[in-house]
């Protein structure tokens, strides 16, 4: 079994930066990815970013790319979001998770183990 503990979340100025953390406890392996994923009021959950634990690669949504960098601390079972440029439509629970594959999704479905999520409020 596979526990995910976000933390990090706040409430910012536009323009402001975050950094959102998701430890990982209990199963681990050397071949899965992490992702974050969010979810705005009155919206589906979308997918933020990915990163593969072995290797390092990863994959962004397009509204992200070049404000949001993800990265992982292997040893302490960490991924981390360092969230740029905060814009308001950024505001959303942000959620992360752990699929047991060494190749990296953006899809929900793919992922089986999910963090209860950290809301970010980017005010304008």
């Known amino acids: 079994q596979v526990q995910l503990v976000e933390s990090g979340g706040g409430l910012v100025q536009a323009g402001g930066s975050l950094r959102l953390s998701c430890a990982a406890s209990g199963r681990t392996s050397s071949t899965l990815t992490m992702g974050w994923f969010r979810q705005a009021p009155g919206k589906e959950r979308e997918f933020v970013a990915a990163?593969?634990?072995?290797?390092?690669?990863?994959l962004f949504e397009d509204s992200v790319k070049g404000r949001f960098t993800i990265s992982s601390d292997n040893a302490k079972n960490t991924v981390y979001l360092q969230m740029n440029s905060l814009k308001p439509e950024d505001t959303a629970v942000y959620y992360c998770a752990l699929r047991f594959s060494g190749e990296y999704s953006r899809f929900m479905n793919a992922y089986a183990y999910w963090g209860q999520g950290t809301q970010v409020t980017v005010s304008s």
């Open positions: 990163i593969a634990w072995s290797g390092g690669s990863t």
